[in-house]
């Protein structure tokens, strides 16, 4: 079973994960793009049950498109969001791929919200495209 580790830029909040992603996704919401400062957020699910976190995090709420609110968890010392909840899916945990600086993780598996990616961005044929 795989290990990984996220972390903050600054080592103080981590979040250590045991076994593969449930899913791997990019999400090109405007939400997102200004969360990372990024053209879209890469994240990647996980069994509530596989994480264990470290550290203390601030948090920050907001709405999603759909209604349900998602709980975002960030190093109060850095500002990096290390892990997420969604309020409706609480038997998982979100956490940006980015956090674990690993550039074997697996690839994304699903595309959402294309009508708001940046025309430049080119996504790989072989996953689901949802718009």
């Known amino acids: 079973m795989a290990e990984r580790i996220a ?11 045991s076994g593969e ?5 990019v999400c090109h919401c ?9 053209v879209f957020g ?18 920050f709420v907001r709405e999603a498109d759909e209604g349900d609110k998602l709980t975002f968890h960030f ?10 909840e969604t309020e409706g899916m609480e038997e998982s945990i979100g ?4 956090a674990f600086a690993d550039p074997t993780f697996p690839a994304q598996r ?14 790989p044929e072989k996953i689901e495209h949802i718009p």
């Open 7 to 17: 972390s903050c830029s600054c080592g103080r909040l981590t979040a250590r994960v």
């Open 21 to 25: 992603p449930i899913r791997v996704s």
């Open 30 to 38: 405007l939400a997102c793009q200004l969360r990372t400062g990024s």
């Open 42 to 59: 890469a994240q990647a699910r996980f069994l509530s049950g596989d994480v264990r976190i470290s550290g203390q995090s601030s948090s």
């Open 75 to 84: 190093c109060p010392n850095c500002g990096a969001t290390v892990y997420y």
């Open 95 to 98: 956490i940006p791929v980015g």
């Open 110 to 123: 699903f595309s959402v919200y294309e009508e708001r990616m940046h025309s430049w961005v080119v996504m």
